[in-house]
């Protein structure tokens, strides 16, 4: 008998394709996904269950009686999944031309410095992840992320990359060439983000030089960091772009090959053809070209 879980509809799908077609391969093929991928999936889902789904040998994949216990579940599930993807496909067509952008801190950094290249026609509403915002708010129809996104996340494109470097007052150097090298930082007094975003490479990094010396103070966002640290508050790690804009602040190290942050775009399927969306997702990617072509 199979136990009741909450079952993932990625794991659900691949398994009625394999219950179908009787291949991995073939699968994969009807998916539009890797073979690997719908291999995953298939044991993603019996390891949920604690059972086994599939008699696997030479000639293919073959229900056991789990599986076929599964099948009809799976299949009302599939239908009701297929009615929501229908309502939505309904929903594109009277898509409002205000489109809502999810982005990180950075990120939405990025955009904001580009809205005088906003293309005539969507208006754009831009949500900083992690910020409060009503429940009634729209889900975003685009997400900025620093991370690719994983299979199955909509049209994924890569629109650019944003460069770091440590940032101090003039002072710091102290008639010293630049740029440092990172040993040279260990001595001097650093700024961190606080403690909810030690996870953040940026924070790895500085923690790793500084051989976990305690930082000076720590705030919350990168304009805060900066401003602190145009003030001779101490050292620390800011994007080119932003860092770049203090005239109180100078690099003191060369942009660091490890903290550099790749971008990608995820749309839901649905939505990727749609007019105001395909302009919003081309200005994104303008805003992360001019920032590229503009940094030291």
């Given at each position: 008998m199979i136990q009741k879980c909450i079952m993932n509809w990625s794991d659900l799908r691949a398994f009625l394709a394999v219950a179908q077609t009787g291949s991995l391969r073939q699968a994969a093929d009807a998916?539009?996904?890797?073979?690997?991928?719908?291999?995953?999936?298939?044991?993603?889902?019996?390891?949920?269950?604690?059972?086994?789904?599939?008699?696997?040998?030479?000639?293919?994949?073959?229900?056991?009686?789990?599986?076929?216990?599964?099948?009809?579940?799976?299949?009302?599930?599939?239908?009701?999944?297929?009615?929501?993807?229908?309502?939505?496909?309904g929903l594109v067509s009277h898509l409002s031309e205000t489109v809502r952008i999810g982005a990180g801190e950075t990120a939405a950094a990025v955009l904001a410095r580009g809205m005088d290249l906003m293309p005539d026609g969507p208006r754009i509403e831009l949500l900083v992840s992690g910020a409060l915002t009503p429940s009634t708010v729209r889900t975003p129809e685009i997400i900025v992320q620093h991370a690719m996104p994983t299979e199955g996340e909509g049209v994924i494109r890569r629109v650019g990359s944003v460069r770091s470097a440590v940032y101090g007052t003039p002072d710091t150097a102290e008639g010293r060439s630049l740029p440092f090298d990172p040993s040279d930082l260990v001595a001097l007094p650093w700024l961190g983000f606080v403690e909810e975003q030690e996870h953040y490479i940026t924070m790895r990094w500085l923690r790793t030089q500084m051989r976990d010396r305690a930082p000076a103070a720590r705030l919350m966002t990168s304009d805060l960091l900066a401003a602190?640290?145009?003030?001779?508050?101490?050292?620390?790690?800011?994007?080119?772009?932003?860092?770049?804009?203090?005239?109180?602040?100078?690099?003191?190290?060369?942009?660091?090959?490890?903290?550099?942050?790749?971008?990608?775009?995820?749309?839901?399927?649905?939505?990727?053809?749609?007019?105001?969306?395909?302009?919003?997702s081309d200005w994104i990617l303008r805003c992360f070209r001019r920032l590229e072509g503009g940094e030291a």
């Open positions: 998916l539009g996904i890797a073979q690997p991928t719908v291999s995953r999936h298939i044991q993603n889902l019996e390891a949920d269950l604690g059972i086994p789904l599939f008699d696997r040998s030479r000639e293919g994949h073959r229900l056991t009686p789990a599986g076929a216990e599964l099948l009809p579940e799976a299949r009302m599930v599939e239908t009701a999944a297929l009615r929501v993807e229908q309502r939505s496909l602190a640290a145009a003030t001779g508050a101490g050292i620390t790690v800011l994007p080119c772009f932003l860092g770049d804009r203090y005239a109180s602040l100078i690099r003191l190290t060369a942009p660091i090959e490890a903290l550099q942050a790749d971008y990608w775009v995820s749309i839901h399927p649905n939505l990727a053809r749609n007019t105001a969306i395909r302009a919003a």
